[in-house]
């Protein structure tokens, strides 16, 4: 939240018109309102805005992939935790192409969102003729600060990654629960239970050495590893 007045004044140097949508929780959305205002005055902002308040369920459909969110248990916030999907999606064989002598440019096209074609000489390419099988669906979670794993299971079940918090060690657990935090322990049982492919654990509280919260997770989820700043994770 810190980083917003930044945000704002940045895009004002670029004399930028495009809309800027935040998505958040109502209670989220007061706090980045009332402090818009102290900025800039009520209902002003440097740039165009769009507040838009997030129930869980989809959020985006761009066809390509699907953002949905759900809510996640954090101290009486309103919180939620992100699920980010592709669609599965069957691709031209090159081969197929050559032997029907189907063209480049649009007439694949046109098989390759599963439309007939007819070439010039009156054949008729059914796209299942030159379509591979489907390709698997690839699948992000992010959840940020949550003080349990109950009812997350069913929106990282079979996750590629997850991105969860891992604030405390499983021996001050007790803390963990009084903070609103998790272990490193409960975010590894989580990815396991859960058919998660690769366990990225972030917010690690700087009572601990990396090495200490990596040790604890491993050891139920072998697949897990600390996020860094600038890391590139391949999906």
């Avoid at 459909?61 to 980010?84: K, M, N």
Wanted: hydrophobic residues 40%.
């Amino acid at each position: 939240m810190l980083g917003i007045p930044g945000l704002f004044s940045t895009l004002r140097l670029q004399q930028s018109t495009d809309t800027m949508t935040i998505y958040g929780g109502p209670g989220t959305l007061e706090v980045v309102a009332r402090m818009l205002a102290g900025l800039w005055g009520e209902g002003r902002a440097p740039v165009p805005l769009e507040l838009v308040p997030l129930s869980a369920g989809r959020i985006i459909d761009a066809g390509e992939f699907t953002v949905d969110c759900f809510r996640v248990r954090h101290r009486d916030t309103d919180s939620f935790g992100f699920s980010f999907e592709s669609r599965a999606r069957r691709h031209l064989q090159p081969d197929r192409l050559s032997a029907l002598g189907v063209p480049d440019g649009p007439a694949r096209k046109t098989l390759a969102e599963g439309r007939p074609l007819t070439l010039e000489d009156g054949r008729t390419i059914d796209p299942e003729n030159v379509l591979g099988p489907p390709t698997k669906r690839k699948k992000l979670v992010v959840v940020g600060d949550t003080e349990t794993t109950e009812g997350l299971s069913q929106h990282v079940g079979d996750a590629d990654v997850l991105v969860i918090e891992a604030t405390f060690l499983e021996r001050d657990a007790e803390m963990a629960v009084n903070y609103g935090h998790l272990t490193a322990a409960k975010a590894a049982a989580l990815a396991a239970a859960s058919n998660v492919k690769q366990l990225i654990l972030t917010h690690i509280s700087g009572r601990y050495t990396t090495d200490e919260i990596l040790a604890e997770a491993t050891r139920i989820f072998p697949n897990s590893r600390i996020a860094a700043d600038l890391d590139r994770i391949v999906i």
